[in-house]
């Protein structure tokens, strides 16, 4: 009330304020355009949209009369009515008027200005919104223009080679195509939208059964219209196997694994149906079945301890987050022993525990019993599953895990191998876990070309960083930063193959220096942290160049140091010449250049942009 009470105060102000303007200023001034956008916020806290719209309207309008769209007061006067007219729901209005604010903020402000977040932050909650409503009301034309405003938006703040941006486009491309269909295909698409919407109402209330039959009626309708690749028609696919899985839940909770088996059964024709009889998925689902069968004419015994194996498999769990690490795996152990004494050696809820026994030997750095477990899991895994199975691309990148854990690399860099490999045949270049594998690949070579190099044999280090770099072109594209950090790493590899030995081993002190230098920093001594940054930058400036990364990143701990005691006017050139350095040699989209520039932006030095 009070807060209310000092709004009503401040407009009497504000209105008196605006008619001086008027009389001493003018009608058309840009104070006078201030006044008018001041009460209409006035106006917008008091909660009387009504009376705040015409004022903002005004002070956006007379803002574009007099300054011109290319000012940020103008596009401040944007995004405010933008703010006012979402609230009243009017979406297209005010998309329109965040757009403008944006693209101006971000022309005149840069991207990591607040001015240009506010409107970003906006757009990217309203226009998937948006999208979403069109396209189930079947108005794609629409729906196309606003996601196409998306990719423009994403595209200006992360860099068009961002993730994000790719998956805006390719949602582009999908509704760009739908405008191509039937009147049929289309009319066909909204009856999908709104079993689907039915189905999720039904999911909601837990009602797993009823449920599904809208589904699969819509599975139905989006795989005639769009095809079974489709992403509409794969994430409803997912969404009816999702469905099948609390239906198995429930059962299971019953200890009714007749009823589980059965439902498994219809899983895995479903499969079938969609991947092929011989595919993993549905296979699968036949070995689930066949269990559950199998428990089902269990004798009380055996049910009981099935029992005891779950909750001993539940306390290793949370021992386990608890880093209770010695119990966990008398916990783990305990459940491997009733599982094998249940189902046998080779079957997969054996070797489930047993691989909670090696992850718990690992958790206490007994990295040799691990191995041995995990080695056990792998061979388990391939002879009930096979070689083509995410489960064994799983356990081979486990064990390559724990084998660079060991510090054993070579030994490591097969095993990524082969887990890699099946990932892309079975999963496919998008999936998730063969992007980890990607990763995991690239990290370790980085990782093993590094000692090469610090062994001087560069041939090797070289080979290794090639591998990388066709990894990461696969994986990222060719202008992605990780990219260009393995390029800048082939540089540094061919500039210390080139340095005479004496060069190297200055080198090699600058390095050291490096490591004092983070030591000293983190020990809160900036000023001996400086003096040490000024050496490092003397051997860089001279082995390296000004066009190097290390260089330029001697440059900012320097500047950044100076800063930190006090010496801001010798911080600040040192600090931009080390963002003008990153822009050149990493690119604008670097998260080192990122970081560099938000860093100065935080200490208050001179615009970087």
């Not at 009930?384 to 064994?392: K, R, S, V």
Request: charged share 35%; aromatic share 6%; proline share 2%.
């Amino acid at each position: 009330f009070l807060e209310q009470e000092r709004y009503r105060e401040s407009l009497a102000a504000a209105r008196e304020e605006l008619e001086i303007r008027k009389r001493v200023l003018g009608a058309e001034h840009p104070d006078t355009a201030a006044s008018l956008d001041h009460i209409g916020t006035l106006y917008y806290k008091l909660r009387d949209v009504a009376q705040a719209e015409p004022f903002y309207r005004q002070g956006f309008e007379l803002r574009r009369k007099i300054l011109g769209d290319e000012h940020p007061a103008t596009a401040s006067s944007a995004n405010n009515l933008a703010v006012l007219l979402r609230g009243k729901g009017d979406d297209r209005q005010a998309e329109s008027l965040y757009l403008r604010a944006f693209e101006t903020e971000f022309r005149l402000l840069g991207k990591f200005h607040n001015a240009t977040i506010v409107p970003f932050n906006e757009l990217l909650s309203l226009q998937p919104q948006m999208v979403k409503r069109y396209q189930a009301e079947g108005d794609y034309a629409e729906a196309s223009r606003i996601q196409g405003d998306l990719v423009r938006v994403l595209a200006a703040q992360y860099g068009p080679q961002d993730g994000r941006v790719a998956e805006a486009r390719l949602k582009l491309g999908d509704l760009q195509s739908r405008t191509r269909l039937s009147a049929e295909s289309r009319e066909a698409l909204k009856q999908a939208e709104l079993r689907g919407a039915e189905s999720v109402r039904l999911f909601e209330r837990r009602q797993y059964r009823e449920a599904l039959a809208p589904l699969q009626e819509a599975l139905e309708i989006r795989t005639k219209a769009l095809g079974p690749a489709h992403a509409d028609t794969v994430g409803t696919f997912n969404n009816v196997n999702l469905i099948f899985g609390r239906l198995i839940g429930e059962s299971l909770a019953q200890d009714d694994y007749a009823a589980a088996g059965r439902l498994e059964g219809e899983l895995s024709r479903l499969f079938a149906n969609r991947f092929g009889e011989k595919d993993w998925r549905a296979n699968d689902a036949r070995l689930q079945q066949s269990d559950y069968e199998r428990r089902a004419r269990l004798p009380p015994e055996g049910r009981a301890n099935l029992k005891l194996a779950a909750e001993r498999e539940k306390e290793y769990l949370r021992l386990d987050a608890s880093h209770a690490y010695r119990e966990a795996l008398h916990a783990a152990e305990e459940a491997l022993a009733l599982n094998r004494k249940v189902f046998g050696e080779e079957h997969l809820e054996t070797a489930k525990s047993l691989n909670h026994v090696a992850v718990a030997h690992g958790r206490l750095n007994e990295f040799d019993l691990s191995e041995a477990d995990l080695r056990q899991v792998l061979e388990i895994t391939r002879k009930i599953l096979g070689e083509e199975h995410p489960q064994t691309a799983l356990f081979l990148n486990n064990l390559g895990r724990l084998c660079r854990a060991k510090g054993d690399v070579e030994k490591a860099l097969p095993l990524f191998q082969q887990a890699l490999a099946i990932r892309k045949r079975v999963l496919g270049e998008t999936n998730a876990d063969t992007r980890t594998a990607y990763d995991d690949l690239a990290l370790l070579e980085r990782s093993i070309a590094d000692q090469k190099l610090q062994k001087g044999d560069f041939a090797a280090a070289r080979r290794l960083l090639d591998e990388e770099l066709g990894l990461l072109r696969q994986r990222y594209g060719d202008k992605d930063w990780r990219v260009t950090d393995v390029r800048l790493h082939q540089a540094e590899v061919a500039l210390r193959e080139r340095l005479s030995p004496e060069a190297r081993a200055e080198l090699k002190k600058s390095d050291e220096l490096s490591g004092q230098h983070l030591e000293l920093f983190n020990k809160k001594q900036f000023s001996h942290a400086a003096a040490v940054a000024q050496q490092m930058l003397a051997i860089c400036k001279k082995l390296r160049g000004d066009e190097d990364r290390e260089t330029a990143t001697a440059y900012y701990l320097l500047g950044r140091d100076f800063s930190l005691i006090g010496k801001h006017r010798e911080s600040l050139p040192n600090a931009e010449r080390a963002v003008a350095m990153r822009r050149r040699i990493l690119g604008e989209d670097h998260p080192d250049t990122t970081f560099a520039l938000r860093s100065e932006e935080r200490r208050g030095g001179k615009e970087c942009r």
